[in-house]
C-alpha cells in the first residue's frame, strides 16, 4: 500500500498505530509479513550485533495454541497478583493496576492474528534495546501497510517460556522477549491524536 505524503513520516505513523483489541478475518496482503520482519531484521542493534530472531507463527492451530497459552500466562499472573505486589511496589500503582484490569478478562490476543514472537540472545546484554527497536520497526512498517497491530508481554513468565518453547522451537541461548501480533484492521486506520504529555512537559533543552 502506498501512503500519501502527508502520511508517510514517522509522527503520522505513530499517529495512526493504537493497541489493537480485534482483527479483521482474511488473509493479509501478499509479503506483508516479510516486509514487516525485514523492518524488524533492519533495526539498530550496538556494534550491529543483531542478537534478535523472529518466529512468525502464520499455522491457525499454533496461533491458536499460543493464543491459549497467552491467556494462561495472564490468568496465572492475574491469581498471584497479591503476592507479587509485596515484591514490586508498581504493582500497587493504581495507573498500573487500572491498565491490569482492562486485561483481566477476554482473550489476551485476538483471533485471526499472526503473531510475531521475537527472540533475544539472552548472551548479548544489550539485546534487550535491539529488541525493543526491532518490535518499534515492525509495529510502523504494518502501520504502513494498513494493517492493526498490539505488542503483548503475556508471552512471558516461566510457565509460559516452558510450553513456548518447544512450540516455538526457540534456540539455545535465546529466550522469548515479547510478540508483535498484526492483522487485518476491523476500521481503516486514522491518525488520532494521542493522550500524551505536552512536548515542553517532555522535553528539557540545554
Request: glycine share 4%; hydrophobic share 45%; proline share 6%.
Amino acid at each position: 500500500m502506498t501512503l500519501a505524503s502527508d502520511q508517510s513520516d514517522a509522527l503520522a505513523l505513530l499517529e495512526r498505530t493504537t493497541h489493537a483489541r480485534a482483527f479483521a478475518p482474511g488473509p493479509l496482503p501478499p509479503m506483508a509479513l516479510r516486509a514487516i520482519v525485514d523492518a524488524g531484521r533492519n533495526a539498530p542493534s550496538l556494534y550491529n550485533t543483531q542478537p534478535v530472531r523472529f518466529v512468525v507463527v502464520r499455522d491457525p492451530q499454533k496461533y491458536e495454541l499460543l493464543r491459549a497459552a497467552c491467556n494462561r500466562s495472564r490468568d496465572t499472573f492475574m491469581k498471584m497478583r497479591g503476592l507479587f505486589s509485596r515484591m514490586n511496589a508498581r504493582l500497587r500503582e493504581p495507573s498500573y493496576v487500572k491498565g491490569l484490569e482492562r486485561q483481566a478478562a477476554g482473550d489476551v490476543i485476538p483471533a485471526h492474528g499472526v503473531a510475531i514472537v521475537v527472540l533475544q540472545d539472552d548472551r548479548i546484554p544489550e539485546s534487550s534495546e535491539a529488541c525493543a527497536c526491532a518490535l518499534m520497526a515492525m509495529q510502523l512498517q504494518a502501520t504502513s501497510l494498513g494493517l492493526a497491530s498490539q505488542f503483548t508481554s503475556w508471552t512471558r513468565g516461566l510457565a509460559f517460556d516452558k510450553e513456548a518453547k518447544a512450540l516455538l522451537d526457540v534456540p539455545a541461548g535465546f529466550k522469548i522477549f515479547t510478540s508483535l501480533v498484526v492483522g487485518n484492521a476491523v476500521t481503516p486506520l486514522a491518525r488520532t491524536r494521542k493522550d500524551r504529555r505536552p512536548l515542553d512537559d517532555a522535553v528539557r533543552w540545554l
